[in-house]
Every structure is written in structure tokens, then in C-alpha cells.
């Protein structure tokens, strides 16, 4: 394991092959910008996009284009998706006068984003796919926020997410959140982090690892770990929050 440092940076995000991180930066004003380092030559550079206010990058399964959540000239959160090399910018869904949260990677070529009451999957033109009702995907037992993330499993037969529950842990300040898979054929819901571990941020491979910072009480310190869809979880380490991973 690497250890590397960019002073104020936020949200790091690891590209598949494990040669850029693109990570947020927030300015004096409250806004935040994504900027991409190439970690072999230390070439940093700036989005190009037109929002002064646009965060957490999730890049493609194979690295060719990056996906985030932008607030628009609408005062509307949306997602924003560019190629790896700053060009090609484009919002999705722009014309609605909905707020959309939390993109990630479907496949290469279609993205999934939130609205707290629906998920919906777009192409990369912006063109949407398909929108399904949360709560007839994993019930009515779940309370999803703006930073909740849905990701589809490889094969596309699970959908792996985080969402806030009725635990109600001694010490916690807010709602605990945990992490889980849904089989999407079955309905079968599996907690995948343990109970007293709250999760605010998942974040899964396209080869099906599960990442993800959760705390204990006294829910002071947040530690990172690791998981298979089959819940063989390795702490890997002690102190750090919103984590991603390359390929292995």
C-alpha cells in the first residue's frame, strides 16, 4: 500500500489502472472543484467545466471518462460526465427541475444517479434508461440521503448500496447507515457491514470489491474496509473516510 499526499484534497478517487487520482478541492468560498493528478509524471490539472461548484469524482470501469455531481446554473444538483482528457463535458438530465445525487458506473456506457425517491439509469449522451422506484427496489425501511450511492454488481444481478436504518446506536449523533446487497431477482436483502458499524460512503470496483469507511462507537474515528459480494470483510485502514480502489 502507497501512501500519497495533496494538501486540502478531498474524495479521492483512484482511476482503474491505478495511475491517476482525481479528488475534490474546496475553496474559500464554499465551492468545490475536481482536479486530476497523473501520479507517474505529477502533472496536475483542473476539470473543465462550466460550474464553479462540482465534487466527488467516480471513474469509468475502464478509466475513460469521469463522472461527479455538479450544481448547475438552475441551482439544481445534477451529474456531470467528461472524458479522461477534459474533453466532452456534458450534463445529464439538464432539462429536468429535479435534483439528481450520487452518480456511479453501471457498465461503460450508462451511469445510475438518485433523486431520494427514485433510481435512474442514463447513457453517456444523457439519455435516460430506465427509472425505478426506490422503495419497490429494497423496501420501505430505508432512509436514503443526497450522499447514499447504488452500485450494480459486474453481472448486473445485485445492487450493493448504503442507506440510513432504525438502528439507533448509542453515541451516534444522526442516523446510523449500514451497507447492503440486494439480489435483484429474489429481493433478498443482505447487511453487509455489522451491525454498530455506521457506513456514510460505499464505493464498489467493476470487479465487485466492496470499499467502504465505517465507524464504532464511540464514532469518533472512521476506519476503511474491504468486502466481497459474499461479505469477507478485512479492515485496511485505521483512520480514513470516503475511499475507492483500482483493479487489481
Known sequence: MKQISFGGAMDPAISPDGNKLAYTVNNTTGNRTIWVADLENKSQLQLHVNSSNYYQAMWS???NAIAFNIFNSKNLWKVGVIKADNTGYLIL????????????????????????????TFNVDGKLVESRVIADLIG??????SSNHFFYSEDGTKLIFNAGN????????????????LNIASKKIERLS????????IFVTADDRIFYSGSEKPYTQSKIYVSDLKGNIKTLVDKGLNPTGALK
Not at 432539462?95 to 439528481?100: C, E, L, R, Y
Not at 455489522?194 to 460512503?201: D, F, I, M, R, S
Open 140 to 145: 420501505k425501511d430505508f432512509m436514503i440521503a
Open 93 to 120: 438530465d439538464s432539462a429536468s427541475a429535479i435534483n439528481v445525487y450520487s452518480p456511479t458506473w453501471k457498465n461503460e456506457k450508462e451511469l445510475v444517479a438518485h433523486d431520494l425517491k427514485n433510481l435512474y
Open 194 to 201: 455489522p451491525k454498530g458499524v455506521n457506513v456514510p460512503y
Open 166 to 181: 432504525s438502528d439507533a446506536p448509542d453515541g451516534l449523533t444522526g442516523p446510523s447507515e449500514a451497507a447492503y446487497i
Open 61 to 63: 470501469p475502464n478509466g
